[in-house]
């Protein structure tokens, strides 16, 4: 799971517990003028494509960075997804990644409060 936490012009989204071992990752520092716009998606986990480091277990945990085909832009997506009721995707640009596709606590608070940074 992530926790998202704004300072400043800055959007810190903050990987808790085991899921920094499994998406070998911390945190993702970003921008507020760099996130697009965010949505509830419980499906977009389900999306398949080469991980590139991370951790993937079929039908329980996806953490880590991901490469898919569909993106056209050649950047990888983060993902940090165990219960996918829970997911949402955060656009971005110019970042190191396209889009989080990220499990948080209340769906619903984050898309507001990342909407509104969107603007």
Known sequence: MVAIQQQGDTVVFAVEGWHKLWAL??????????????????????????????????????????????????????????????TIVVDLVDEEYNRLIIEVADPAAVVALLSSAAT
Request: net charge positive; charged share 30%.
């Open 25 to 86: 990752r911390s945190e993702l520092r970003i921008p507020r003028a760099h996130i697009l716009g965010a949505r509830r998606d419980p499906e977009a986990s389900k999306a398949w494509g080469i991980r590139a480091p991370g951790t993937s277990v079929p039908g329980l945990l996806k953490a880590g960075t991901f490469y898919f085909d569909n993106t056209g832009d050649n950047k990888p997506t983060f993902l940090d997804v165990q219960r996918r009721e829970n």
